[in-house]
């Protein structure tokens, strides 16, 4: 079944499709960011795919042109502090939330990608490797990567010595090894236990 194909069917009885999905969840630094995009009708696109295949500058370029070609997108960033008072997947939740409602009109289905939201008044639907599945959570796959990506860039500009414009926060090497050196910075999760969790 080709990309696109589930939404087609989730569009026979409803107006709008919004896909909601996360980038972030596993770093060390820097914030989670959810992304949400609204589709009325699901072109033919194949170099929308889950952004995990994709390289930067497929990303990029696919990123630009659904921002201009879907109906409605929103980005909603959750940062450190957040994130270590709720936990990495209650700030999730938060942040998908938040997507899901400012884009939710009257007929509107939700499909999000492998965290349940249970939203009052939102036709949330909760499915395992969305952004593999559906055009319009590969869509905010893509909407989020890059905006995250753009993100630790220029923290990493602001605040050099861990590698972000490499790692983009997660736990690599590099990552741990200036962690080791430099300590963490405001923008490290507190809450994340890197030395016991990382080999």
């Not at 055009?135 to 753009?150: E, L, M, P, Q, W």
Request: proline share 3%.
């Amino acid at each position: 079944m080709s990309l696109g194909a589930l939404d087609r069917r989730m569009l026979a009885s409803a107006d709008f499709l919004v896909g909601v999905d996360e980038v972030g969840r596993g770093a060390l630094a820097g914030p989670v960011v959810v992304a949400g995009v609204s589709w009325s009708s699901i072109p033919e696109r194949p170099e929308i795919r889950d952004s995990k295949v994709m390289t930067g500058r497929q990303r990029e370029r696919a990123s630009a042109w659904i921002r201009k070609s879907c109906d409605a997108w929103v980005v909603v960033e959750i940062w450190p502090a957040l994130i270590d008072r709720f936990n990495i997947l209650g700030a999730t939740r938060l942040a998908m939330r938040t997507a899901a409602r400012s884009l939710s009109r009257d007929r509107t289905a939700v499909v999000v990608d492998a965290v349940r939201l249970d939203v009052d008044g939102v036709d949330a639907r909760c499915e395992t490797k969305a952004d593999e599945r559906y055009f319009c959570v590969a869509s905010a796959s893509i909407v989020a990567k890059v905006h995250r990506d753009g993100i630790m860039v220029e923290l990493a500009s602001r605040y050099p010595g861990w590698g972000w414009e490499r790692n983009k926060g997660y736990g690599t090497a590099e990552h741990r090894g200036a962690m080791d050196v430099m300590g963490q910075s405001f923008l490290h999760r507190k809450s994340f236990h890197w030395r016991r969790v990382l080999p």
